[in-house]
């Protein structure tokens, strides 16, 4: 199970930090994926992270951070420099494999989504 929490409504330019926690999993095992699904638009990739290594989508480089924290069994994206575009709802997502991957179907579990508004 992944609760995914910390969205909010937030002015451009700012900051949210998202957090997703994982409950009955071997955690570290497991690439962890943030995407994003605007309105009327299909879901895409935000970031990844395996062990360490980490990938991210163009759009987001530079801006946002994911980071994981196994003993908390959490996964993070920090969120800078916030844009209207990058209004959605935000899903974290499990991989049953370390490598992180940007591909959608490649990851096995889904956590509910948390809103991003990010006004003008």
């Known amino acids: 199970q992944l609760q995914a929490c910390g969205g909010g409504l937030v002015q451009a330019g700012g900051s949210l930090r998202l957090s997703c926690a994982a409950a009955?999993?071997?955690?570290?095992?497991?690439?962890m994926g943030w995407f994003r699904q605007a309105a009327g638009k299909e879901r895409e990739f935000v970031a990844a992270i395996g062990w360490t290594s980490t990938s991210y989508a163009d759009s987001v480089k530079g801006r946002f951070t994911i980071s994981r924290d196994n003993a908390k069994d959490t996964v993070y994206l920090q969120m800078f420099g916030l844009k209207p575009e990058d209004t959605a709802v935000y899903y974290c997502?499990?991989?049953?494999?370390?490598?992180?991957?940007?591909?959608?179907?490649?990851?096995?579990?889904w956590g509910q989504g948390t809103q991003v508004t990010v006004s003008s």
């Open positions: 009955g999993r071997t955690f570290r095992s497991y690439a």
């Open positions: 997502a499990a991989r049953r494999n370390i490598v992180p991957v940007t591909t959608l179907n490649e990851y096995d579990y």
